[in-house]
């Protein structure tokens, strides 16, 4: 089993800041990359960012220059710094991970339960 637990979420008005974590932990080989998504009321689960154990990144355009992704590959651990935060990022933000449980395993999907980010205006 992979567990993946996110922390930091809450309450910030508009043009505040917050950091969220995740700390991956389990029967874990390998974690190819590791990720924020989110979803609002009424709308899909979308990516907000991702960044691959060699550091590699990428963002929705919605936050790009206002959130930032970060890792370390020894803890399995990720967090996303979201600075000058809107009314429009309220949701909830799930942790993912595309991990391997042992050798030559097919990297599968782990999701954790959700933090939820609320930004009042």
């Known amino acids: 089993q992979v567990q993946l637990v996110e922390s930091g979420g809450g309450l910030v008005q508009a043009g505040g800041s917050l950091r969220l974590s995740c700390a991956a932990s389990?029967?874990?080989?390998?974690?190819?990359?590791m990720g924020w998504y989110r979803q609002a009321p009424g709308k899909q689960r979308e990516l907000v960012a991702g960044i691959t154990s060699g550091g590699n990144t990428n963002y929705a355009d919605s936050v790009k220059g206002r959130f930032t992704i970060s890792r370390d590959n020894a803890k399995n651990t990720v967090w996303l710094q979201m600075n000058s935060l809107k009314p429009e990022d309220t949701a909830v933000y799930y942790c993912?991970?595309?991990?391997?449980?042992?050798?030559?395993?097919?990297?599968?999907?782990?999701w954790g339960r959700g933090t939820q980010v609320t930004v009042s205006s």
């Open positions: 389990g029967s874990i080989f390998s974690i190819n990359a």
């Open positions: 993912n991970a595309a991990a391997r449980r042992f050798p030559l395993d097919r990297p599968s999907d782990y």
